[in-house]
């Protein structure tokens, strides 16, 4: 078991043999049809830098289920109603659980306040009208994955009773995401043994963001946080035995 980290927030997740890809918006040096086809496809959101407009191509390829907020499942369904069945859409709102492919998910609430600038950017680059809210975070098998999120007293209370071994949170600390600070804080009031940051890398349209995996590192260094930091390059797999044992690998 394991992740991959394939670049922005997207990262394909191996759970009890199937592939779990959340957000997966693809661009070099990635090539995603050479990518393990997909089991499961989660959508935190709408959003363009987080896969929806590859919907239809990756369920052309994958035959998997997709699963996100509601109002983007309608959204999808509408949109592509001839060439994704009904039966693949798998809804799902805050709190909300569900068994896909024998893996349990639930979709965890997330805050993502966007600013001025963000909404021009996404005017801008989106050539979509894919609702951007409600976010979903997803816990699944000790895994958690916030989308787009701040710090947020709701996420600690849905994770509250939930174990989580690995937290992939965001980092950038612009356009409605943490910033270092508080994605420690996340990840350390969730009681998470190890964060991965996602959301700080320059988009291919040359979105930047304030902060980079270094500040994340930095600033743990300097609190002497219990939570491990686990920065990856894009395409590293960072691996877990069975007692989740970090073990990373290129």
């Known amino acids: 078991m394991g992740l991959v980290y394939l670049g922005h927030s997207a990262v394909r997740f191996e759970v009890k043999g199937l ?39 990756l369920y052309k390829a994958w035959r998997c289920p ?87 007293d709701d996420i600690v209370k849905a994770l509250k009773d939930l174990p989580v071994h690995t937290a992939c949170l965001p980092i950038g600390g612009k356009y409605g995401v943490a910033n270092p600070r508080e994605a420690l804080r996340l990840a350390e009031d969730i009681g998470a043994q190890r964060l991965v940051p996602l959301h700080w890398q320059a988009l291919v349209h040359q979105i930047h963001f304030r902060y980079k995996s270094s500040d994340l590192v930095k600033l743990a260094k300097q609190k002497d946080t219990e939570v491990e930091i686990c920065p990856l390059a894009i395409g590293e797999m960072l691996e877990l035995a069975a007692a989740h044992v970090l073990v990373k690998k290129n």
């Open 19 to 57: 592939n779990i890809y959340v957000d997966p918006y693809f661009h070099d040096p990635v090539h995603w049809e050479k990518l393990p086809p997909g089991n499961m496809i989660l959508f935190s959101h709408g959003h363009f830098d987080h896969g929806v407009m590859m919907a239809e191509e």
């Open 66 to 152: 997709i699963v996100g907020p509601r109002n983007l499942i309608r959204w999808l369904a509408r949109k592509y109603k001839k060439t994704i069945p009904v039966k693949a859409f798998v809804p799902l709102n805050h709190n909300q659980s569900t068994v896909v492919q024998g893996v349990k998910i639930k979709a965890i609430s997330a805050s993502h306040p966007l600013n001025r600038l963000g909404k021009t950017i996404l005017t801008i680059f989106a050539r979509s009208a894919a609702p951007g809210k409600p976010v979903n975070g997803y816990y699944f098998d000790g895994y958690y994955h916030a989308g787009d999120t701040v710090y947020s």
